[in-house]
């Protein structure tokens, strides 16, 4: 897939503010400073697509972009650690959760997660979430351009051993760099394939 066209729609503080949902949809979310907004800036080509922040939790709202005029692509704020008061933090719980349970045209949520770190339980209580309510997604595995290939190879083996003590069957892995742009054709497939499944 080529992206010729990437167009920001909107930013939404709650499902009920996004817009229509006439498109199929990816929604991208992970734990903060994962590389989110790294990893969606390399996927469309775009330096200045979504912000890039050394601060946990800059994004706050859902944010819409249309690619190609055929699909949406979702910035979703990041869960875990941020600065920010129990209150904001149950807010943004809620909104994200209506988001992925009631979304009708969401097609896939891509969940990103640091690779160099070791499996980490919150991350693994949300699998298990996704699976357990049925929201098709696939695990993005960011910053592999950080690790040797041998310590890549080493982390990915043990994060499959410790999902499939929760899951028989693995969900689809893709590994990332949003450096040296690994992963892009991988994800990119992915949603073109789904975009063939989409149905109004």
Known sequence: ?????????????????????????????????????????????????AKISSTPGKTQLINHFIINEKWYLVDLPGYGYARISVHKKQSWEKMIRDYIYKRENLMSLFLLIDLRISPQQ????????????????????TKSDKLSKLKLESNLTKYKKQLLNSWEDLPEIIV?????KTGREEILSYIERSNKLWKK
Not at 1 to 23: A, N, V, Y
Not at 122 to 141: E, S
Not at 176 to 180: A, K, Q, R, V
């Open 122 to 141: 919150i991350d693994l209580n949300f699998i298990d979430l996704l699976g357990i309510n049925q929201i098709p997604f696939v695990i993005v595995f």
């Open 1 to 49: 897939m080529q992206i010729k066209e990437t167009r920001f729609i909107t930013s939404s503080p709650g499902i009920h503010k996004c817009p229509p949902p006439d498109l199929p949809e990816y929604a991208f979310i992970g734990r903060s400073n994962v590389g989110k907004s790294s990893l969606l800036n390399m996927i469309t080509n775009r330096k200045k697509l």
């Open 176 to 180: 990332s760099s949003s450096i040296n």
